[in-house]
Structure formats: C-alpha cells, structure tokens
C-alpha cells in the first residue's frame, strides 16, 4: 500500500483549513476508441439489415410481378376462349335458323310441285299463287333447276328414265323441278336422260 492510498490505515490527513490535501489518484480517462468501432459495427450492421431487407423487398417485388404477369395470361386466355365460345353460339344458332328455314321451304315444295300441277292442267288460278310464292323464296335463296338441255349432273339431277344416244349425257326433260337453298341442293330435279 502506498501512503497516498485512501483506504491505507496508517495514512495521515492534514485536517487543517485549506492545507494541500493529497491528489487522489487519476481516474482512467475515458477511451473513445473502443466507442467507434461499437459506432462502425452498429453502422455495418444497419447497412447489412438495409440490404438484407432491399434484397427481400426487390424478392418480394419480383414474385408480385409474376403473379401479375400469370393472372394477366390467364384473363387474356379466358377473354379469347369467352370470344370464340360467343362467335361458336353466334355460327350455331345462325346454321340452326337456316336448318329451320330449309326444313320449311322443303316442306314447301310438295306446293309448288302442286300449283305447277293445278297450271298445266289448266286452272289458272293457281299460277299467280305459286309464282308468289316462289318470288318469296327466291328473295330467301331459293334457286329452281331448269336443266333441260343441260349435261346430265348426279349431284343436281335424279335420272329416272334413260334413252339411247351418242357421246355426253344430256337432260331431255324435266320430270319434276329441282331446287337448291342457298347454294345447297335442297331436292334434285328428277329428269329423262338421253346418252
């Protein structure tokens, strides 16, 4: 123990007003070093913890960015399939009326077949009801077949009678009228053939 030592027994004081009283020993003075590289890592860290967040951020945003890519894809696929669904009903109730007028206007020609029938047997009175009838469906798409003197066609005409002769078949008469509807042939014309 040292004779300035405070807490050494044998130490002497001088009591005395304003006597010189011995230095207490120095106080360690306070190093700033050791508070600036706490400072410097504290800093490293937050900047580690910033980055580390940007980088989950920017992860983050990426993966938004797909998903918004893939639910843009499917509305885009699903608009295109609602569009060709509409456009197929659209074509399938247009095919479906036409299959109905055409089941009608066939139904209609036995009429026809019986006006022309009623006018060359004379009876006037029915011409002017089967041309009107015919004017109508013409409009509609109706198309009579007049073959006669025509060369024989299996898809337009029903031979029902045969003659004899040279070189190509060729329509003689006409038995029975035929039609097409809108370019389909709705009832062939039943024909005599000669060749």
């Not at 006006?115 to 198309?143: F, N, R, T, Y």
């Amino acid at each position: 123990m040292s004779p300035d030592d405070p807490t050494d027994p044998g130490r002497v004081v001088d009591a005395r007003p304003g006597a010189a009283q011995p230095a207490s020993p120095p106080a360690a003075a306070a190093d700033p070093l050791p508070e600036e590289p706490r400072e410097a890592e504290t800093l490293d860290a937050l900047e580690a913890a910033v980055e580390e967040a940007a980088e989950v951020v920017e992860s983050d945003l990426s993966a938004l960015a797909s998903e918004r890519d893939d639910y843009l894809d499917q509305l885009r696929r699903l608009q295109a399939d609602f569009e060709n669904y509409r456009k197929r009903v659209l074509k399938q109730q247009d095919e479906l009326a036409e299959r109905a007028t055409e089941g009608l206007v066939a139904d209609l020609l036995p009429v026809l077949d019986a006006c022309d029938a009623a006018a060359q047997h004379g009876d006037d009175a029915a011409a002017p009801i089967a041309k009107a009838l015919v004017d109508v469906l013409e409009k509609q798409g109706l198309v009579k077949l007049a073959p006669e003197g025509d060369a024989f066609d299996p898809n337009h005409h029903e031979a029902v009678a045969h003659e004899p002769g040279d070189g190509e078949s060729v329509v003689t008469e006409v038995l029975r009228p035929g039609y097409l509807w809108k370019g389909r042939v709705l009832r062939p014309a039943m024909v005599r053939v000669r060749g």
